[in-house]
C-alpha cells in the first residue's frame, strides 16, 4: 500500500482513539473543554522562549512578552505584587516544584523538606536529584498533614533551617494543608530561616475562586508556587507555572553570552506555544469566567458525592475539592473511566468535561453487582 496512505490511516486511527476516550476521562484532573483553534498557525514557526522571560535574549522568535503577561496574571492570582514577582511557564508541575525546592535549597543548604504522606511522587525524586535532606511527615485520613507529627518533627531538629513543601490540594484526596497552621508552629518553635513551596498543581486553579478557600498566597506565607496549566486551565499541551519572589531568583542567575539571555529557568530551550495557550485561555474566560467555571465544577463534585451516597457508595470530598473519593470498583470500571485507583480507594475528578450526565453513568456501572469492594449496595 502506499506510504502515505498508511501514513493517514495511523493518524486517522489514533485520532479516533481519542476522541473515543475523551468521552471516558473522568479520572484525572485535566480540562478537555478547550478550542485552541486560532492559535493553530503559531505551528508554522519555529519559536523557542529559551532563557529568562523577564530578560533580553539574541533569540527573537519568542513569545516571553506573552509569558511575562501569564506571570503577572499568576501573581495577582497568588498576591504576589507583580514588581516582586518572579516565574516562568514551566514543562509542568513537576518542574515547578523542582524549581521551587531548588531555591529553597540554594537559600538554605542545609535546611531539612518536610512533606506529608499524601503528597504527589514527584517530591520524592525531586529531594533525590537535590541531595537535600527532607523527612516525610504522617497524614491525616483527609489527606491533609498531621500537625501534631509536623510540629514534633520540627521540634527535634530545630537547629535546622525548615522548607516545608505545601500540598494545596492532593493529587488523590485534593487535600490543602493549612498553611497558617505552619506558621503557627514556626512561630511557637521560634524558628526563623524557614522557607514554604506550594504545590498547587491543581487547587491553585480553585481557592483563588471560591468565596472561603483555605489560606494561600504570598500573603500566607509562600516563598514559591507551582501551577499546572493542562489541569483545570485546559491546555492540551502539558505546561506549568513556576512563581516566585524575584530576589530568590538573582542568587541563581548567570548570563550566558552564546544565547544572551540569563540563565534562570532549569530547562535551556522552551515552548513558547504553552505560553500562548495559557495567555488565550486567560483572555477568552478571565477572573469571572473560571469563577464561574470553578463553581461548576464544586457544584458537579457536591452532585457526584450525594448521588454515590445515596445509592449506598460512600463518597466524600474535601473542602473546595473537585475530587471525589469512593471505594474502588472493579478494575474493568477503573479502566473503562480511566478513574485514578490507589491501595482501595479510587477518585473521579469533576473537571468541567464532567457533567452530572457523566457522573450518572460512571454510578450505574459503579453499581453493578461485585464492583465496589466490601459494599453491598
Ligand atoms: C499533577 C500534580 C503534580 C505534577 O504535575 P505534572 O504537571 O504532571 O508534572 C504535582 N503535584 C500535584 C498535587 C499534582 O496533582
Not at 473546595?320 to 482501595?344: C, G, I
Request: charge should be negative; charged fraction near 25%.
Amino acid at each position: 500500500m502506499d506510504a502515505k496512505i498508511q501514513t493517514q490511516e495511523r493518524l486517522d486511527d489514533l485520532l479516533r482513539d481519542f476522541a473515543e476516550l475523551r468521552e471516558r476521562s473522568v479520572g484525572y484532573p485535566c480540562n478537555l473543554d478547550f478550542d485552541y483553534t486560532t492559535l493553530l498557525p503559531f505551528l508554522s514557526y519555529s519559536l523557542n522562549n529559551v532563557g529568562d522571560p523577564f530578560h533580553d535574549s539574541n533569540l527573537q522568535s519568542n513569545t516571553h512578552k506573552i509569558e511575562r503577561e501569564v506571570i503577572h496574571t499568576f501573581a495577582d492570582l497568588m498576591h504576589l505584587p507583580r514588581e516582586q514577582a518572579w516565574g516562568y511557564v514551566t514543562s509542568g508541575g513537576t518542574e515547578g516544584n523542582m524549581y521551587g525546592l531548588y531555591l529553597a535549597r540554594e537559600m538554605f543548604p542545609d535546611g531539612v523538606v518536610y512533606f506529608s504522606q499524601d503528597t504527589h511522587y514527584s517530591a520524592v525524586k525531586i529531594l533525590r536529584v537535590l541531595k537535600v535532606r527532607n523527612i516525610m511527615i504522617k497524614s491525616q485520613d483527609t489527606g491533609e498533614i498531621d500537625y501534631d507529627d509536623l510540629r514534633e518533627t520540627i521540634r527535634i531538629n530545630r537547629d535546622a533551617p525548615v522548607i516545608f513543601l505545601a500540598n494545596i490540594g492532593t493529587t488523590m484526596k485534593g487535600a490543602v494543608d493549612d498553611v497558617s497552621k505552619v506558621q503557627d508552629i514556626l512561630g511557637d518553635l521560634a524558628i526563623t530561616s524557614h522557607y514554604i513551596h506550594a504545590d498547587a498543581a491543581l487547587s491553585g486553579m480553585i481557592l483563588p475562586f471560591v468565596d472561603d478557600p483555605q489560606p494561600y498566597g504570598f500573603d500566607n506565607g509562600f516563598d514559591s508556587v507551582s501551577i499546572s496549566g493542562h489541569k483545570l486551565i485546559g491546555s492540551p499541551l502539558p505546561c506549568g507555572v513556576a512563581l516566585t519572589r524575584s530576589e530568590y531568583v538573582a542568587r541563581i542567575a548567570r548570563s550566558i553570552e552564546y544565547v544572551g539571555v540569563l540563565d534562570t529557568t532549569l530547562a535551556g530551550s522552551r515552548n513558547a506555544i504553552t505560553p500562548l495557550i495559557m495567555w488565550y485561555a486567560w483572555r477568552q474566560h478571565g477572573m469571572d469566567g473560571y469563577r464561574e467555571i470553578v463553581a461548576e465544577c464544586l457544584a458537579v463534585a457536591e452532585y457526584a458525592v450525594e448521588r454515590f451516597n445515596e445509592c449506598g457508595i460512600p463518597a466524600r470530598r474535601n473542602k473546595n475539592s473537585v475530587t471525589v473519593v469512593f471505594p474502588k470498583p472493579s478494575d474493568t470500571v477503573v479502566r473503562k473511566w480511566q478513574l485514578a485507583p490507589y491501595e482501595n480507594i479510587a477518585h473521579l475528578i469533576t473537571m468541567p468535561h464532567v457533567t452530572r450526565e457523566v457522573i450518572d453513568r460512571v454510578l450505574v456501572d459503579c453499581l453493578e453487582p461485585g464492583t465496589i469492594q466490601g459494599t453491598r449496595v
